[in-house]
T-cell receptor
Framework: AQKVTQAQTEISVVEKEDVTLDCVYE???????LFWYKQPPSGELVFLIR??????QNEISGRYSWNFQKSTSSFNFTITASQVVDSAVYFC??????????????FGTGTRLQVTL | ETGVTQTPRHLVMGMTNKKSLKCEQH?????MYWYKQSAKKPLELMFV???????ENNSVPSRFSPECPNSSHLFLHLHTLQPEDSALYLC???????????????FGSGTRLTVV
């Protein structure tokens, strides 16, 4: 069975600080997909990034960066120079390969990030 | 505007009421999902529909009854709920192809349900 662990329940930082959100996953599959979503106070989950298990190249998108390490089963998310608008709950999720059927995402419990002035 | 619209945004219902949650997407996706989000718990997958066919019922009590009349609409019918069913109910859709998972899910804003 697949499992996603986000050990940090809440993180509070001051604006402009860098912050890393941890994600550790468990799966028996060799082909799988990892995601990060952001949930602002409005409620909807916003897709941030997808990574497949064969692509360990780290990615940077503006102030966001992701570090995927299969050796430690981790997919950590770093926000550089955090801003108040980054305040939200962030979810890491895992999907196993299910070609031909609808995919199912398994989510972690989320990390609430609070960025203050 | 997320592309997935859920109504109502908020719902308060008594334990003997019958109500329905509605989800609509016009993204051309062919898979739709219901998730339950309770405080301090992971999002729980409830139901999966792929091309209008239910492919997953994740041990959900029968007081929750999904309906998918077409690939753009998904309903969750509620009947004789319990206070512990109070949660945020999220609908999502995705485009499932041979190279699945590529786009991830698109979520709606959810319906905040309170059972009194």
């Amino acid at each position: 069975a697949q499992k996603v662990t986000q050990a940090q329940t809440e993180i509070s930082v001051v604006e402009k600080e860098d912050v890393t959100l941890d994600c550790v996953y468990e799966t028996r599959d060799t082909t799988y997909y990892l995601f990060w979503y952001k949930q602002p106070p409005s409620g909807e989950l916003v897709f941030l990034i997808r990574r497949n298990s064969f692509d360990e190249q780290n990615e940077i998108s503006g102030r966001y960066s992701w570090n995927f390490q299969k050796s430690t089963s981790s997919f950590n998310f770093t926000i550089t120079a955090s801003q108040v608008v980054d305040s939200a709950v962030y979810f890491c999720a895992l999907s196993e390969d299910s070609t031909g059927t609808a995919s199912k995402l398994t989510f972690g419990t989320g990390t609430r990030l609070q960025v203050t002035l | 505007e997320t592309g997935v619209t859920q109504t109502p945004r908020h719902l308060v219902m008594g334990m003997t009421n019958k109500k329905s949650l509605k989800c609509e997407q016009h993204l051309g996706h062919n898979a739709m999902y219901w998730y339950k989000q309770s405080a301090k718990k992971p999002l729980e997958l409830m139901f999966v529909y792929n091309f209008k066919e239910q492919t997953e019922n994740n041990s959900v009590p029968s007081r929750f009854s999904p309906e998918c009349p077409n690939s753009s609409h998904l309903f969750l019918h509620l009947h004789t709920l319990q206070p512990e069913d109070s949660a945020l109910y999220l609908c999502a859709s995705s485009q499932e192809e041979a190279q699945t998972h590529y786009y991830g899910y698109t979520f709606g804003s959810g319906t905040r349900l309170t059972v009194v």
